[in-house]
């Protein structure tokens, strides 16, 4: 027990192992499909794009595995990460739910993203591979990767989607300070770029188009792979230093959440908070309800069946079976741009079909009155995406007053809001559609 | 002695007193006068602006001086913030110091500046006010006070400079957030702002000018007093957490630094930093050479005679002995905004005059080099006015290694840059001038 606000822990207490929950699911997951053959894809399939070490991890049944030393090394440059009581939160609500917060603000790229970017550069690196190539949309992934890439050694180049590109330069400058390469995506850099400009040189660019650019690019180079910022059970394995680390400060805080919850977009940083708790449900030790939340604009988990379907919007990559709004499906331009994705992580929507997870949708008007809410009582400004999250929180702590009980609530607070001021701008000015 | 990349202390570790550094000053500091009688200021003087808490503090001679139980149970939402060892930097400059630095940008609001602004909403709301006002130009204090007002339940009203107000929204945005009001300087609302308008309607504004509004804003109303986030005594005297912090986390690391850097515009965080490690320089305990890295655009303390000067433009507050450039001096609009202002706190001149401490000018153009250098080796980007002390600590580096010695350097890293990128960008760009 501890009455301190900020539970932290010490560098050696970084966890050494990410957690894979893979052989802990009571049923396996279906296995992703060639676009071509519709049959399992093997681990060759993949090589052209990702190395070896990480296809491995994609499929692996080990319930643990190794962090690298080199990478724990630069994890302390902000791991462990706080884990807070949010006791003027709690008062601002009048609540009697207790509630907790991880921080993954603190990584200098202002998010969680970092977590896997370090390790995915890290096993790049080994591999002999001397430069990474991805896509970004509003820019969260692809700084996290180019400060990975500059603290490992590696060249990056990111593709930016146009219109971000020329509507949120300061996402861009960061990048260019990490030493990354970035082009505005179209770009007459790749066939697919230069297609796609040929019809339409005014394109403002998708996060679809970026992902054919940066896939196109690694597999013609030798020296360069690609590399992806969520959905993939690799990028979730990594992102479980958030929830091992979370689960040893609720000990030292002496509660454990009754209720969990996270963000949903792509699903890491949600799988990142929410596995290691899974495995006390799943192992029947503890009981509690684990809660992903989503923007209405783009509701996978709550309105998308689960089919198979592409991770990308040209179908060009293997088939995975998830929560899809279709790969067609273009999500309105709400101001979480991190969760506009119009499926989810297999793993997460194996999750939810197993019963193990709930999802929850939400407006960005109340989500907004939410995160100004939190930054009035607690000082940090949520990102939008991290702003879902503390809506969830609010809506669960409300219902405990009206219902007397009093939850332990854990959520995830991914990433702060200092890029993304121009949502709340919107919202204060009433610019912002608080029903999309 | 620890091999942690981070120093971290514990609650209980926030620091029981602000040092207080006067009555250990080896001669006393000259009294500030009355503009008009050109005599020494009595505390009645200051009542219509300040709390007389503050103005006890401004001239006490008091060793230590207690925090209020509020204003530490609130500092515990970013407090201690940890030290760093740079190792990763250090194997960047390939040098034989050992760097350490002080992380004040993991505040909520991204710098050192909460630190005052939370003591000083504290003491203005136990004497019933009920709102302050402020000035702010790029931003920074703005946002800190704001911060500060809303966690302590006062109102702030904010005259930012025009010109900051136009062309850096997110500043405004992020106060704004914190439940302030802003308004763009000049105003209407005071009459020194209409006296300016109806000369000029189209005045970009200034320090100076926004001082003279919100002082105005203060006296004319019963229920609002002023705030000042750097210069005085007072302030200098709030930002001493972050010293005496880092000499007990020097402790943990078994080094005492032999270089002490901060970067120094009006010299809160220079002071902050500084005053406890002097304090055994003084008493002949630690030799140790303490720098204040200024820009050679606006060098008040290496070109400034040390004189009688007005801290604002107009020359109506009191008049103060200090390092400047004169009141009438308008700095070159450098980057580094914080550092903009023609004098320096008379304490940090008296400092100098006395020889315990130096004072170093940098260009932009070499600033900026070495913030990049350290943004791509330790992760985090620093703000503009913070790369002063970082190009200080490189060029003590390199003379380390040219003169084959290994010093401990300790800087403080005041805040981060995520909301300067533009000036990042125009420094990658070649639009900076490099010798401004």
Redesign the interface.
């Known amino acids: 027990m501890t009455t301190?606000?900020?539970i932290?822990l010490?560098?050696s207490d970084i966890p050494t192992h990410y957690y894979n929950i893979a052989p802990d699911l009571p049923t396996p997951m279906e296995p992703p499909l060639h676009p071509g053959t519709k049959k399992p894809i093997g681990p060759e399939d993949l090589a052209p794009i990702f190395p070896m070490e990480l296809i491995k991890q994609e499929v692996s049944q080990e319930p643990m595995i190794e962090i690298p030393d080199e990478v724990r090394d630069i994890y302390?440059?902000?791991r462990p990460s706080p884990l807070y009581r949010a006791r003027?939160f709690e008062e601002m609500l009048d609540t009697p739910a207790k509630i907790y917060y991880k921080s993954e603000h603190?990584?200098?790229?202002?998010s969680h993203k970092l977590n896997t970017a370090l390790m995915q550069a890290w096993a790049n690196k080994q591999e002999g591979v001397k430069r990474l190539a991805t896509e970004t949309g509003a820019g969260q992934w692809g700084s996290a990767l180019a400060?990975a890439c500059?603290?490992m050694g590696l060249e990056c180049m990111v593709y930016m989607v146009r219109i971000s590109y020329d509507q949120k330069?300061?996402r861009r400058?960061?990048m260019?300070?990490?030493?990354a390469d970035i082009v505005p995506s179209p770009s007459k850099l790749t066939k697919a770029g230069r297609a796609i400009l040929e019809k339409d040189p005014d394109s403002p660019g998708s996060l679809g188009i970026a992902i054919s650019e940066a896939i196109e690019d690694a597999v013609g180079r030798d020296d360069t792979k690609y590399s992806l910022g969520s959905v993939l059970n690799h990028v979730l394995l990594h992102q479980t230093v958030i929830g091992q680390e979370a689960k040893k400060q609720m000990e030292i805080a002496g509660d454990y959440p009754d209720i969990l919850i996270g963000c949903h977009g792509g699903g890491s940083n949600f799988g990142g908070i929410a596995l290691p708790f899974l495995r006390d449900k799943i192992k029947g030790k503890k009981d509690l309800r684990v809660i992903a939340a989503e923007p209405g604009a783009c509701p996978t988990l709550t309105k998308g069946p689960r089919e198979y379907d592409f991770g990308d919007t040209a179908g060009t990559t293997p088939l995975m079976m998830m929560h899809t709004l279709g790969h067609g499906f273009v999500p309105p331009p709400v101001h979480a741009g991190g969760l506009r994705y119009h499926g989810s992580a297999p793993l997460v929507s194996h999750l939810l079909n197993e019963g193990l997870i709930e999802a929850e949708a939400y407006f960005q008007g109340e989500v907004f009155e939410s995160a100004?809410k939190f930054?009035?009582?607690?000082?940090?400004?949520p990102a939008p995406e991290t702003a879902h999250a503390v809506h969830s929180v609010v809506r669960h702590a409300e219902r405990a007053k009206e219902e007397g009980t009093s939850p332990v609530i854990l959520f995830n607070f991914s990433g702060h809001g200092?890029?993304d001021?121009?949502a709340?701008?919107a919202y204060?000015s009433g610019t912002m559609d608080p029903n999309a």
């Open positions: 301190d606000k900020k932290m010490s560098e302390r440059l902000y003027h603190v990584s200098p790229v202002g400060c500059q603290l330069p300061y400058v960061m260019k300070t990490y030493g100004v930054a009035q009582s607690e000082g940090t400004i200092h890029f001021l121009s709340y701008d204060f």
